[in-house]
């Protein structure tokens, strides 16, 4: 079993829509989550970060953590074209690895 | 403000051939992440380095890999006798070793695309 499991889609929505991407994970010792963006032939670009249970949001989008279920979730709103790209989670305990699922493919359709 | 530079941006090789890659780190961050990525699949952990010690090394890296942070400033990843299973983007990160009151953000750079023929 993969510390990180993540749906790799492809995901198709048309612009406007609200997005939801999710992550499970298995190991209760991991701390801090986080989303990445990855555009084609690009490094990822980090998006958002959480710290335990609980959500953040940052514009258009919100980041959502569930230590209780391991699962964690980045939702978008108002998807626009320029969204589409590869969206990556990420966990570590702290400072150390980072531990990656496999990646959306996210396509906003015009 | 400058970010993770890495060089060269793709670099093809022939079966055997040994290469060497470089990143520089932000300039403030002590800590420093190699990780690959193959397509279709989400980057995996290498090893990092926290100024010049190498911390952690995965199972990933094979003897033919070697990695060096000399100063604890920039970083080489070298691979030996290369083979056409390691043809992949190859990232490079840095972070801060000490809570920034953000977290442990790792901020990566454009990576380097290798393709051994």
């Known amino acids: 079993q993969k510390e990180v499991e993540q749906d790799p889609g492809p995901l198709s929505v048309p612009e406007g829509a609200i997005v939801s991407l999710n992550c499970t994970y298995s190991?209760?010792?991991?701390?801090?989550f986080m989303w990445y963006r990855q555009y084609s032939r690009k490094g990822p670009e980090l998006l958002m970060y959480?710290?335990?249970?609980g959500n953040k949001e940052d514009g258009r989008f919100t980041a959502q953590v569930d230590k209780s279920s391991k699962y964690i979730s980045l939702f978008i709103r108002d998807s626009q074209p320029s969204d589409s790209a590869t969206y990556l989670c990420?966990?570590?305990?702290?400072?150390?690895?980072?531990?990656f699922g496999q990646g959306t493919r996210l396509t906003i359709n015009p | 403000d400058t970010g993770v530079s890495q060089n060269p941006r793709h670099k093809i090789t022939k079966r055997g051939q040994n290469v060497t890659f470089r990143c520089d780190p932000i300039?403030?961050?002590?800590?420093l992440y190699w990780y690959r990525q193959t397509l279709g699949q989400g980057p995996e952990f290498l090893t990092y380095?926290?100024?010049?010690?190498?911390?952690?090394k995965s199972r990933l890296l094979s003897d033919r890999f070697s990695a060096e942070r000399p100063k604890g400033s920039f970083s080489t990843l070298e691979i030996q006798r290369t083979e056409q299973g390691d043809s992949a983007m190859y990232l490079c990160?840095?972070?801060?070793?000490?809570?920034?009151?953000?977290?442990?953000?790792?901020?990566f750079g454009p990576g380097t695309r290798l393709t051994v023929t």
């Open positions: 380095f926290q100024n010049e010690a190498q911390l952690e």
């Open positions: 300039s403030e961050h002590n800590r």
């Open positions: 990160a840095s972070s801060s070793a000490f809570r920034t009151g953000k977290g442990y953000e790792q901020y």
């Open positions: 190991n209760s010792a991991f701390q801090y």
């Open positions: 990420a966990i570590s305990q702290g400072a150390q690895k980072l531990v």
């Open positions: 959480t710290y335990s249970s």
